[in-house]
C-alpha cells in the first residue's frame, strides 16, 4: 500500500505536506502511511479520491474498468483552491509531457532557480512548448494534422501587415498601453498624450494596426468635433503570442526538457490538386 500512496502522489506533483494538509493529517503521518504504515480505513477512500485511482488502483489490484482520465483529473482539480487550479494544471501537463515519448524529464527546475527555463517535445506527431517558470508557467501541445502545419497557415499577406504594423518603434508601447487598460474603446487623443506620441505618428501605427486586424476603428462626434476610436479585436491571443515571440528572440539554453524525436521536416509540402 505506501508505494502506492508515495507513486500516485508524486505523479499528481503534490508534497507529503500537501496531501496530508487536504486529508486534515500531519506530513509525518504521510510520510508514515508510505514507508509501511496503513491509514484509516475511512480515510482510504478520500485518499484514492485525491490521488485520482481507485481504490483497486491503490492497493496495487489490476483495474477491470477502462480509467476515466477526464473524471479522475476532474476529481484531482477540485481539490485545488480556485485561484491556483490553472498554475497546477500547467504544472501536471508540464510535468507529464515527456512521457508521452516515455522519456523522462532531464532536469530537475529547482536546479536552474532564477533561469527563464523551457521545455520541449518535438515528434512527427506535433509539438509541445511549455515553461514552468514560477511567475509565468505556460503550456501549448500542436499535434499535427495529415496535411501538416503550414496548411493551418494564414496567408503571406496577412502575416505581411501583423509584422509591418509590428515594426514601428511604438507599437508595442501602443498595444501594452491599450492591453492595461479596463475599458474596451480609446481616443486617439488620449493613447497619443498618455504616451508622449506625435498624434501623426500615433495614428498611422494604430491604422496600420486596424489593417493587420489587430484593432476596430470608429469614428465619433464629440462636442469639440470628430474623433477617431480605437478597440482591442481579439484579447486572447497576445499573451501567447508574445510568449512564443520571447522564445524565438532570446538566446536561451536552460530547459527543463528537450526531446527532439522528429524526423520528418517541420513543414511538408503542400500538394497542389
Request: include cysteine; proline fraction near 4%.
Amino acid at each position: 500500500m505506501y508505494a502506492d500512496i508515495s507513486k500516485y502522489r508524486k505523479l499528481r506533483g503534490l508534497t507529503q505536506e500537501e496531501l496530508g494538509k487536504v486529508i486534515g493529517v500531519s506530513s509525518q503521518a504521510v510520510s508514515k502511511w508510505e514507508n509501511g504504515g496503513t491509514p484509516d480505513i475511512s480515510l482510504i477512500p478520500v485518499i484514492a479520491d485525491l490521488l485520482g485511482v481507485s481504490i483497486e488502483t491503490l492497493f496495487g489490484r489490476e483495474m477491470k474498468d477502462p480509467i476515466h482520465i477526464e473524471e479522475m483529473l476532474s476529481n484531482y482539480l477540485s481539490t485545488i483552491p480556485k485561484d491556483q487550479r490553472m498554475h497546477k494544471l500547467c504544472e501536471l501537463l508540464i510535468k507529464i509531457n515527456p512521457y508521452v515519448l516515455d522519456t523522462p524529464p532531464l532536469l530537475d527546475v529547482s536546479s536552474n532557480k532564477g533561469q527563464y527555463l523551457r521545455s520541449f517535445i518535438s515528434s512527427n506527431e506535433g509539438i509541445a512548448l511549455s515553461s514552468p517558470d514560477k511567475d509565468h508557467p505556460f503550456y501549448m501541445i500542436m499535434a499535427e494534422g495529415e496535411e501538416g502545419y503550414l496548411a493551418s497557415f494564414g496567408k503571406k499577406e496577412e502575416y505581411t501587415k501583423l509584422f509591418k504594423a509590428l515594426s514601428y518603434d511604438h507599437s508595442l508601447d501602443i498595444l501594452n498601453y491599450l492591453y492595461q487598460q479596463k475599458n474596451k474603446y480609446h481616443l486617439l487623443n488620449v493613447i497619443s498624450e498618455k504616451l508622449k506620441i506625435d498624434r501623426n505618428e500615433a495614428k498611422e501605427v494604430l491604422d496600420l494596426m486596424v489593417e493587420a486586424n489587430l484593432l476596430d476603428q470608429q469614428s465619433i462626434q464629440l462636442e469639440t468635433g470628430d474623433s477617431i476610436m480605437y478597440s482591442i479585436k481579439d484579447y486572447r491571443a497576445y499573451i501567447p503570442f508574445m510568449l512564443l515571440a520571447r522564445w524565438m528572440c532570446e538566446d536561451q539554453q536552460y530547459y527543463y526538457y528537450a526531446i527532439e524525436k522528429r524526423t520528418e521536416p517541420l513543414l511538408k509540402e503542400i500538394e497542389n490538386d
